[in-house]
């Protein structure tokens, strides 16, 4: 598969928003931040035009709440991840609810990802909830102000993801892996300058 590929689009911080105040109110019950992350949110950085978001937990318990709080919407669970990454749970936001739209609500862990889920026009958001002040969450925080801040960095991401998204992919995960290398690298790189701006998350 072609995966979508657009230029930066100021559109996609409405879309962000849209998204969160749904998601703050559909998680009252929990202590929660909800942040615009992935390079939709970098100015000037193209990509697909799926929103990345990541909601932070005050109490890791609180992880496995949140696929009942989402129930009913239009969101998908990929329990099947969580094997692979425990301190995670994964959601994809569509256009409209899974029922609808002949799809599962939840993927189990013994579950095929149905083939119509790899089209990416059907979906609005990925969503990764993680424990707030983890290093996975600051991964994500300070790689996305990195970029924001180091223009040759946020080039050379631009050039490798323009080159990538010419090829053939089995599906978003296959892409994501082809990125691993400069991702690691620099995401590193990131956190180091990030707690030495910040000292800590912002």
Known sequence: M???FEPYNPIWKANFDSIQNELLALLKPIRSRVDHI???AVEGLSAKPIIDILIGLE????LDRIPFLLQG???IYYEKYNEDMPYRR?????IDRPEVLGLPEHIAPDDEIPVRLHDHSLRIAHIHSIPLQSEHWLRHIAFRDYLRVHEEVRDQYQAIKEKLVLQQWKDGNDYNDAKDEFLKEHEAKAVEWYKKVYGTIK
């Open 73 to 75: 919407k239009c969101y």
């Open 59 to 62: 109490e890791e318990n609180d």
């Open 90 to 94: 994964f959601f994809v936001a569509l």
């Open 2 to 4: 072609i995966l979508p």
């Open 38 to 40: 992935g390079s939709t």
